[in-house]
């Protein structure tokens, strides 16, 4: 009885302790307010939101990267300031953990990004960029589009779905799905077809696979002996893909995917023989890689063999000897518009491909700045976006009209107003590739200074 009573008393005098804890607590006042916690979430998240300084770039990184963030365009054989993937991006020996590399890698990107983002921003016309986003309120989720054409005795189809429009949203770049659609689109039904008869445009996949630039990077100018051999296993993969006859063809379109970056190659064949044509080359960051010249050039030697059963000796080829002419053309002033330039290039050139090919040969005849107005390329993807809903929601035939009276009314109004052109001074773009070519400095980092700089870019000004 004792021991039970013991532990009666020790219960109680629990009980009362917990009583006591329980007062304490009732004598503070731990209830919060409903706005209160909100205010304190609100507040700690942005917080987070803030500005965190890279732990790992140092101001030898920001210098190098952001100080001379054109020239980074031309960085080995690239033609963008930031090119994502990890393994073109040199680091310094002192890095000797490559987690941390990674960090900085990234870290040094998101900030070129953002000058992306700004300088975008700056050159883009508000009210159009709201226009294209208005137009997602009419398109669903399942949206999806097929453009059927011929490719010689073959239908093709390329097929449109949501996440593809949804590249007209600027800053996207346009990708391969919107580029390969409206190139084909340009040839099927926009141009008559004396014209069709003699055009052909190549997909973009043919030339990322003709040229293999990871490996052309790594080759030297006038390293042949390589670049032959670099061709010979290229056009294994691709000798199968063009159907048609293309010696019977008078201008063939190459749209060229560097990493992130468009650009347009266009073949002229003035006779029967691909000895007798000549290559401009059109990119709205001026940039040319000889390289890539000389591997279609191979190509075009290669098809003249096998259609006349003769063997293939490129050194001693006609074809070699072909000129490539880099035109002055309608410059690019952010660095996502690259995609927008490449198809009105080629739906300019189609409407009138003597503009760009008069003249090429003399001195003057580079200066090609009136081939369309900048208020054409502000408007681009507005107006592929609303053809693309047109196409589901009206006949083609109608969808067509309205694209090409929209695009007509913007080259009317633009015609005679001096500030939709480009501009470069002809004598002090002559005296600066003097001076250029007495340094020795390759043809393309002239012609990108010559654009990006904004002393010489009259938009930048």
């Known amino acids: 009885m004792a021991e039970q009573s013991s532990i009666i008393l020790h219960l109680h005098s629990l009980k009362d302790s917990i009583k006591s804890a329980f007062k ?46 054109d020239n980074l ?27 941390q590399a990674q960090l900085k890698n990234q870290q040094m ?16 016309d508000e009210a159009i960029v709201d226009k294209i986003f208005q137009l997602d309120t009419k398109l669903k989720e399942d949206y999806e589009y097929s453009l059927q054409y011929m490719s010689g005795n073959q239908k093709k189809t390329i097929q449109i779905k949501l996440h593809d429009i949804q590249k007209l949203n600027p800053p996207n770049y346009l990708n391969d799905g919107i580029i390969n659609f409206y190139l084909k689109f340009i040839e099927s039904e926009l141009i008559d077809q004396s014209l069709r008869a003699k055009t052909y445009i190549f997909n973009t996949y043919f030339v990322l696979k003709l040229c293999a630039f990871e490996k052309l990077q790594m080759i030297g100018q006038n390293d042949h002996p390589k670049l032959n051999e ?8 691709i000798k199968k893909w063009i159907k ?47 390289k890539l010249i000389t591997i279609i050039k191979m190509y075009l030697h290669k098809i003249n063999c096998d259609v006349n059963s003769i063997e293939v000796n490129y050194n001693d080829s006609p074809i070699k000897l072909i000129p ?22 080629a739906e300019s050139f189609l409407s009138n491909p003597d503009y760009l090919l008069s003249d090429v040969e003399s001195q003057d005849g580079i200066y090609k700045l009136k081939l369309f107005p900048r208020s054409l390329i502000c408007n681009k993807r507005l107006l592929m976006k609303q053809l693309l809903i ?55 980092q002239l012609l990108l200074d010559f654009y990006m700089n904004p002393q010489q870019n009259y938009y930048e000004q």
């Open 390 to 444: 047109d196409l589901l929601e009206f006949d083609k035939e109608t969808a067509i009209s309205q694209y090409q009276q929209k695009r007509q009314a913007i080259m009317d109004q633009c015609k005679n107003e001096e500030d939709e052109y480009d501009q470069i001074d002809q004598a002090v773009f002559k005296e600066f590739t003097n001076q250029k070519n007495q340094m020795n400095i390759e043809h393309r």
């Open 244 to 290: 048609e006859d293309l010696t019977e063809k008078e201008y063939l379109l190459f749209p060229i995917n560097l990493p992130e970056h468009w650009s347009l190659l266009i073949v002229h064949k003035k006779t029967k023989s691909f000895a007798d044509s000549l290559i401009i080359y059109l990119d709205s960051f001026g940039i040319m890689d000889q």
């Open 324 to 345: 490539a002419y880099q035109l002055l053309v309608p410059r690019q002033v952010n660095y996502v518009d690259c995609g927008a330039f490449l198809l009105e290039y």
């Open 109 to 124: 990107w998101d900030q070129i990004k953002q000058e992306q983002k700004e300088r975008f921003a700056k050159y883009q």
């Open 24 to 69: 304490v607590f009732e004598d503070i006042d731990i209830q919060c307010q409903e706005e209160e916690i909100k205010q304190n979430h609100t507040q700690a998240v942005e917080e987070n939101k803030q500005y965190q300084e890279p732990k790992y770039i140092t101001l030898t990184d920001q210098k190098r990267v952001l100080n001379n963030f």
């Open 230 to 237: 670099l061709f010979k296993l290229s056009y294994e993969q």
């Open 73 to 99: 365009i031309c960085q080995l054989q690239l033609v963008t300031p930031f090119y994502s993937d990890q393994k073109y991006l040199t680091f310094d020996q002192s890095d000797k953990n490559k987690k």
